[in-house]
């Protein structure tokens, strides 16, 4: 496992820099990202741009998020130590780490078994503990519900209903929905069991998101 030198940790505060230069204010999820060594989540062929504000591949048709996209969205939950939170999408486990750093309660569910294994092994390799689950995100992960935090890290069509229903009240879903090319931000508060309030934060481009209420695997189509 490549190590976190001096070197690594000087790039990230120069990243820290980058992302608050870009509107990222949030200090407590700037310090969570300062922790977390990124370049051990990138395949050797990348680890010298770890810390360039890009999203890199890792597999599986899947990538890393830029370190912007996963300020902003780490920034709109509004998370508190001792939250649980539901990750839809674990990917590398970057995003992940992030939550943990925060003090989060994290279970995470991933719909590619590879990448699941993967990232499931890397975050315990680095002493992360979080609830790894290999399956349909779209779903969300009803048994361990009702949740504070809901977090989408991929492309969704539309709000999947059953996330909606596994928010607490007064929970947060943050989840992008548009096309397969664009997405809105969308950050979606459970007043009450009857009223939801929407808010859009921005454009993005993430991986689709697979599964029922997702898109198709197989034909790329709802």
């Known amino acids: 496992m490549p190590e976190d030198s001096y070197l690594h940790k000087g790039l990230r505060r120069k990243l820290i820099k ?11 999820v700037l310090e969570a990202i300062n922790r977390v060594p990124r370049h051990i989540f990138l395949d050797n062929a990348f680890l010298e741009h770890a810390y360039q504000d890009k999203a890199f591949p890792i597999g599986d ?24 939170v539901l990750e839809i999408g674990t990917g590398s486990g970057y995003q992940c780490s992030v939550l943990l750093e925060m003090g989060a309660n994290v279970f995470t569910i991933e719909y590619h078994k590879s ?5 499931k092994q890397m975050l315990q390799s680095l002493g992360y503990k979080a609830q790894f689950f290999c399956g349909d995100g779209s779903e969300g992960l ?23 229903e596994q928010l607490k009240v007064g929970g947060i ?10 997405q809105k931000m969308l950050r979606l508060t459970k007043v009450s069991e009857k009223e939801i309030t929407q808010e859009e ?12 209420d997702g898109w198709n695997a197989k034909t790329n189509k709802i």
């Open 201 to 212: 934060c921005g454009d993005f481009r993430f991986v689709p998101l697979v599964g029922k």
């Open 115 to 119: 990448l699941f294994e993967k990232s």
């Open 142 to 164: 009803a048994r361990f519900g009702p949740y504070d935090r809901i977090l989408a890290t991929a492309g969704a069509p539309y709000v999947p209903q059953k996330l909606i």
């Open 18 to 28: 980058i992302l608050r230069d870009k509107g990222i204010n949030d200090d407590v």
């Open 173 to 182: 879903l943050v989840i992008p929905v548009g096309d397969q090319k664009n």
């Open 61 to 84: 048709g899947q990538t890393i998020s830029q370190p912007y996209t996963v300020a902003s969205q780490t920034s709109l939950l509004k998370l508190e130590p001792g939250m649980k």
